[in-house]
Structure formats: structure tokens, C-alpha cells
């Protein structure tokens, strides 16, 4: 049996790697939650701070900032077209993996993910701060935005009439229709419950650890996948109810898995399910 | 029938920096609040109030209410993991320090627009606010016999 490695290891570090680069210019460390306060409350020596509403949203539009916005905001936290840029966050690293694919949409180069995040850093008893570091700016020139992984919703009703593979990552109860929004999170809902046909549900947190936040060892995550047919020589689209919890998904099966094709549909339920005349499958 | 709604004048003082603060210094000022949550008194029993067990990784808040002659005092245990919702909770325990049942239920549903929070938090965000609010006042019902949910809140 061949060795049991992710596919692009390189796209991952451990926290102790981070603990031994806390010094290198070269590296940026960018820190993505979920609550928007949590930084503020001490943060890996040198990170900065990604809010993914106030300075990853578009202000107006539902949609992400543009290329132009993009390249201020890099030049902002310091970030050069050859950074290393290493994402941690809360919640199993599901708000980092959302910003890494955003940094991956505009066609920046070096990106990786903190395995475990920040509950697996704070865990270990290393250092956090509440100093908030400032970089000089940069000239920063991102790419034209990455369309292979993205998928828009016209794309996403071709593919589910072709019956090509869709995942849902969201919970059983919101992949039912039971609920109209996560447990908990009440209000961010569509108007309509269940699920794009055809598409199969596996929860997005099956891919973590439950007790440190790390990937799933990549035997059990081809396992997942593959045990509901989703296997690499397909084009996949994942989704969830704004997108964020799929992105991990998405992060999981391109970087950890290796599969060539994976789409992270950003619309997801909170825009299926509001679509007059969507097709729905409870 | 009509039903008179009021502010009591602690939370309303809350209410007002929030409004005239810009984007920056509201979060600033959570932040500050999110520092200030008063720990429930040692040796008092919180057997009462047992934390649910939350689907996904969302945040276990639970709330006990303490009725000292009619003026009642909210302690929440909130993770230090969530600082906003941590500021939520310490809003609501000044502002309504030793307050009425009777007041507490005056409160209007929606008085936290006032804030302008939605310019810094999602909608979602601004759910665990209201799911507090929500909450204490089921508790203020009970204090006056009024029907009411006993079960402690998840956000």
C-alpha cells in the first residue's frame, strides 16, 4: 500500500512550523474567525486580521470585493505578490479555508492553512498577543479572478441536470428541509427548505478532528468522499448556505485529495433557495 | 391592544454610545464590553442551569437569573472563544442591572437597530443579540407568573 499523504501536503503546516516562522519576512500570517472580535482578544504574534464581512464582502453588491479592492487590501496587510500566505482561524479553520479561497480566486500563489487553527494554537499553550502589527504597503497586482473554482448558478443547474456530482455540505437537518438555516444560526435562511436534486449531503465538518481541529488523516477523507461516489475524475461543486462552510470543503478535496475539478458555489442555499422556479429535492 | 414600550435609561445610555460611534469605535466598544461580563457570584448554585449540547460548533450560552426582591441581575456563561457574544451578554447584564420584570418586558423587540451593529455584523451575528434579549425577557415573564420557556438558551 502506498504511503498515506494528502495530495499537496504543501498547502498545509503545522502550528509548529508556524511557532519556528514567526520571524520570516517572507510569511504572513492571516488570521480569519467567525467572530469578528476574537482577534482583538490576542492573535498570533505578527498576524493580522481578515473580517470576512466588513473586508471580504462587496459593500453593495452580494458578492466578494473586486480585483482593485482586493489588490488594497493585500497592499494594506502587507502582503507582496511572493508572500507566503499562512490562514488560521476559529472553527476548525472553516472562516481561514473561506479566505484562503478567496486569495485563491485572485490568483495568489503561496497559500496555506495552519492545521488545527487557532483552537489547536491556543491548546498548545503558545503565544498570543493583542499587539496589532502594521506592515508597510505594498504594490500588490492580483490576477483576473479564477473562474475554475467558482461556480456561478447557471453552472450549477447545468450541472445538476447533467447529474454530475453535487455536495452539499451543509447539516442533515438543513439538507432535509427540516430547518431553513443552521442550528442556531436562525434568520440566514431562503425561503424554500431541502436541497439542489442530486446533490449528496456530507456535513463539512466530517473532514475535521472533532478534538483538535486538524484534516482527517487523507485515507478516511478519500473514504468519505469516495464511499458517495465522489471521486476525482469528476467535476465536483460544493455548497452550503453562503458558502463559507463549503469552501473548507472545497480546500479539502482540491488541496488534501488532489482532485482536479473542485467548484465552490458561493450562492449556495441562501440563493437556491430563494430562486423562483428552482428545482428543489426535499 | 396596544403595548407601551420604553427603554430603561442604563441600557438606553448603551444605546446611545453605540449610535454615535463610527464603524471602528463600535467595535471597539463591544470589544471593551466583552471584557466586562460579571462572572456569577461564587457560591451560588448553578445546578439549575445545565448547558444543551449544540449541533456543529455553534456557541453554548446559558443564563441564570437572580431575583433579589423584584429587581433581578442576569449571569451568563458564555465562552471566552466568543467575544461578540460575550458582548452581547455584558449589554444586556448592565443594562439591565436591577431592573423590573415588568420593565425588562417593556423593552421593544427591535431597539437594538439604534446601534448600527449591522454595519460591522451580519445578520446572523446580530441573531445571538436578539436571541438574548428573547430570552431574558421569558425569564422576566416567569418572575410574573406569565407563561414563558424555562429551557436556557443556545445560540
Redesign the interface.
Known amino acids: 500500500m502506498s504511503e498515506d499523504r494528502y495530495a499537496y501536503p504543501d498547502y498545509l503546516v503545522e502550528t509548529a512550523w508556524v511557532a519556528e516562522h514567526l520571524q520570516d519576512p517572507t510569511i504572513r500570517l492571516v488570521e480569519s474567525n467567525e467572530?469578528?472580535?476574537?482577534y482583538?482578544?490576542g492573535h498570533i504574534p505578527g498576524a493580522v486580521k481578515v473580517d470576512w464581512?466588513?473586508m471580504l464582502q462587496h459593500p453593495l453588491r452580494r458578492d466578494f470585493i473586486d480585483q482593485a479592492e482586493f489588490e488594497a487590501l493585500c497592499s494594506r496587510l502587507g502582503i507582496r505578490n511572493d508572500t507566503t500566505v499562512v490562514f488560521y482561524g476559529?472553527?476548525?479553520n472553516?472562516f481561514a479555508c473561506y479566505a484562503f479561497w478567496l486569495f485563491a480566486y485572485y490568483g495568489h500563489e503561496n497559500l496555506k492553512i495552519m492545521n488545527g487553527g487557532?483552537?489547536k494554537w491556543?491548546a498548545e499553550g503558545r503565544p498570543l498577543t493583542q499587539e496589532v502589527p502594521t506592515y508597510p504597503p505594498t504594490q500588490y497586482r492580483a490576477k483576473a479572478p479564477d473562474a475554475s473554482i467558482r461556480a456561478f448558478r447557471d453552472e450549477v443547474f447545468r450541472h445538476m441536470e447533467q447529474r454530475l456530482p453535487l455536495i452539499d455540505v451543509r447539516?442533515p437537518?438543513e439538507y432535509s428541509g427540516e430547518l431553513l438555516h443552521?442550528?442556531?444560526?436562525?434568520?440566514?435562511g431562503a425561503q424554500r427548505g431541502g436541497h439542489i436534486p442530486g446533490a449528496i449531503n456530507i456535513p463539512w465538518?466530517q473532514a475535521v478532528n472533532p478534538n483538535d481541529s486538524t484534516f482527517k488523516p487523507p485515507s478516511e477523507l478519500r473514504t468519505l468522499f469516495e464511499s458517495h461516489g465522489i471521486t476525482p475524475d469528476k467535476e465536483v461543486i460544493a455548497y452550503c448556505r453562503i458558502g463559507e462552510r463549503s469552501s473548507l470543503t472545497w480546500f479539502v478535496l482540491k488541496y488534501l485529495l488532489g482532485y482536479p475539478k473542485v467548484k465552490n458555489y458561493d450562492g449556495s442555499w441562501t440563493e437556491w433557495g430563494n430562486l423562483v422556479n428552482a428545482p428543489i429535492e426535499k | 391592544m396596544e403595548i407601551s414600550t420604553s427603554i430603561p435609561p442604563r441600557l438606553s445610555e448603551i444605546l446611545d454610545d453605540f449610535q454615535l460611534s463610527d464603524?471602528h469605535e463600535k467595535?471597539e466598544l463591544?470589544?471593551d464590553f466583552?471584557?466586562r461580563l460579571l462572572p456569577l457570584p461564587e457560591g451560588l448554585a448553578t445546578a439549575n442551569v445545565q448547558p444543551e449540547p449544540?449541533?456543529?460548533?455553534?456557541?453554548p450560552v446559558t443564563v441564570t437569573m437572580l431575583n433579589q426582591g423584584g429587581r433581578l441581575r442576569f449571569y451568563f456563561d458564555v465562552p471566552?472563544?466568543?467575544?461578540?457574544?460575550r458582548?452581547y451578554a455584558a449589554i444586556i447584564q448592565q443594562g439591565l442591572w436591577d431592573e423590573t420584570p415588568e420593565t425588562i418586558l417593556q423593552i421593544p423587540d427591535d431597539f437594538y437597530l439604534r446601534m448600527g451593529l449591522h454595519q460591522?455584523?451580519?445578520?446572523?451575528?446580530l441573531?445571538g443579540l436578539i436571541?438574548i434579549v428573547a430570552h431574558v425577557k421569558r425569564l422576566a415573564a416567569q418572575v410574573l407568573n406569565m407563561p414563558a420557556n424555562p429551557k436556557p438558551t443556545?445560540?
Open positions: 467572530d469578528p472580535l476574537l482583538e482578544t464581512f466588513t476559529d472553527k476548525h472553516w487557532r483552537a491556543v447539516s437537518q443552521m442550528p442556531g444560526y436562525p434568520q440566514e465538518a | 464603524r467595535m463591544l470589544l466583552s471584557g449544540v449541533p456543529e460548533c455553534m456557541t471566552a472563544e466568543a467575544p461578540t457574544i458582548g460591522i455584523l451580519t445578520p446572523q451575528r441573531n436571541a443556545i445560540l
